[in-house]
């Protein structure tokens, strides 16, 4: 059975935990203010050795799998530090819906370049380090998927008129 997707669990975990790292993908999108649907968490984190100790230890906590096509439950894996420095795209299953975990998405240079223009916003008294719209945008368009493809026309004109949110 899968989890009930609960974003904001995933997003407290990762606060409490100090991990450093900027929300992308979907998320993101709807935390500007996009009207679209998501069904997981996208995170890039920072990838030096300590923060990737503390996302391990949240991985633990968020008791976090593999997300595997016909593998009900998700696959357990060693998420070590290293182990995890070493994969840069992780597609996990955890007790509160999806987390993706990417180092370098498309069209961006990682969690530095994120960084830089990152929107801190506050979901439900949760500090969350949210990229900018712009490198939403940057990024989906890089991407070139076609469920991008079809929210980039939305995401554009929210660019182009300011819109945006800082808390929910």
Do not use: C
């Not at 290293?82 to 819906?97: F, K």
């Not at 916003?121 to 079809?150: F, N, Q, Y």
């Not at 929210?158 to 819109?163: H, V």
Request: charged share 30%; hydrophobic share 40%; no cysteine.
């Amino acid at each position: 059975m899968t989890p009930a997707f609960v974003p904001q669990a995933i997003l407290a975990a990762l606060d409490r935990g100090g991990v450093k790292y900027v929300l992308i993908g979907g998320l993101a999108a709807i935390l500007h203010g996009a009207p679209h649907l998501t069904t997981d968490v996208d995170i890039v984190p920072q990838e030096g050795l300590r923060n990737l100790e503390r996302l391990s230890s949240v991985l633990r906590e968020l008791n976090a799998r593999i997300r595997v096509t016909g593998e009900e439950g998700g696959v357990p894996f060693n998420h070590d530090a290293e182990s995890l420095r070493r994969v840069r795209i992780w597609n996990l299953e955890t007790d509160h819906g999806d987390l993706d975990i990417t180092f370098v998405p498309s069209g961006t240079q990682g969690y530095e370049d994120l960084r830089r223009d990152v929107v801190p916003m506050k979901v439900r008294g949760v500090d969350v380090p949210v990229a900018s719209l712009a490198d939403v945008i940057r990024s989906k368009e890089a991407a070139g998927r076609e469920r991008d493809r079809v929210v980039l026309p939305t995401l554009r004109r929210m660019l182009e008129a300011g819109e945006g949110r800082s808390e929910l």
